[in-house]
């Protein structure tokens, strides 16, 4: 298992600004992914992030609104940027170890923007 | 197009009574299907994997099963208890196991 802590836990945000969201990893892991999760509703993978190259991402997020870095095997960075209310939502790490297919969350970081 | 569905409704059951949930997926062929629990502000934590060369895993209290003919996997708990009360999300291994992708969750509810 892993042990994943997020920075902010939660921000209130005015539109136009950008939000750096910071998720450290107990552990070293090759794959880590962000998400989202709007309330009542499924995740949804943003991008997913090895260390070493580009983040990988997914239909509907580009690198430019969701800037991903990964500089270590323990550490990665999702900035949302030029907010808008439609950003508002829960953003959620979460790494893979080993072989094993079952992911480990971190707490997520609660985003609100006015 | 290509989705999971878990039951939207909450899901109310009485202390030492079994649950069961159900996820349903189309247009996928999973190697392996997943189940989390997520609680209110919290991220999911992982509770059991299934292969699809699996019929039924157990894991304490918790049995899943996985029929691919069906598409379908059925999340039980047994003897329930209050503080089995949370969201339960379903989730599939798909694009070889590199990419997971989850189902919207059922909440559910044990009374005491």
């Known amino acids: 298992s892993a042990v994943i802590s997020q920075k902010p836990s939660r921000d209130i945000c005015q539109r136009g600004t950008s939000l750096t969201i910071q998720c450290q990893v107990d552990?070293?892991?090759?794959?880590m992914f962000w998400y989202r999760q709007q309330p009542g509703q499924s995740l949804t993978l943003i991008a997913t992030a090895n260390q070493g190259s580009e983040a990988t991402y997914e239909s509907g997020f580009v690198i430019d609104k969701f800037p991903i870095s990964r500089p270590n095997l323990t550490f990665s960075t999702l900035t949302v940027s030029n907010m808008s209310p439609e950003d508002s939502s829960i953003y959620l790490c979460?790494?893979?170890?080993?072989?094993?297919?079952?992911?480990?969350f971190g707490p997520g970081t609660r985003l609100t923007v006015t | 197009s290509q989705k999971i569905e878990q039951n939207s409704e909450a899901l109310n059951i009485q202390e030492g009574k079994t649950a069961t949930l159900t996820c349903n997926y189309t247009?996928?062929?999973?190697?392996?299907l997943q189940w989390y629990r997520q609680d209110p502000g919290r991220g999911p934590v992982f509770l059991l994997l299934i292969r699809e060369n699996e019929k039924e895993k157990r894991k304490e209290r918790l049995k899943v099963t996985f029929d691919t003919t069906l598409k379908q996997s059925l999340f039980h708990i047994t003897a329930s208890q209050p503080a089995d009360s949370a969201t339960y999300l379903c989730a599939l291994d798909i694009s070889g196991g590199f990419k997971t992708i989850f189902g919207a969750g059922t909440r559910l509810f044990v009374k005491a």
């Open positions: 552990s070293q892991v090759t794959m």
């Open positions: 979460s790494v893979r170890s080993g072989g094993s297919y079952e992911q480990y």
């Open positions: 247009n996928y062929s999973p190697a392996y």
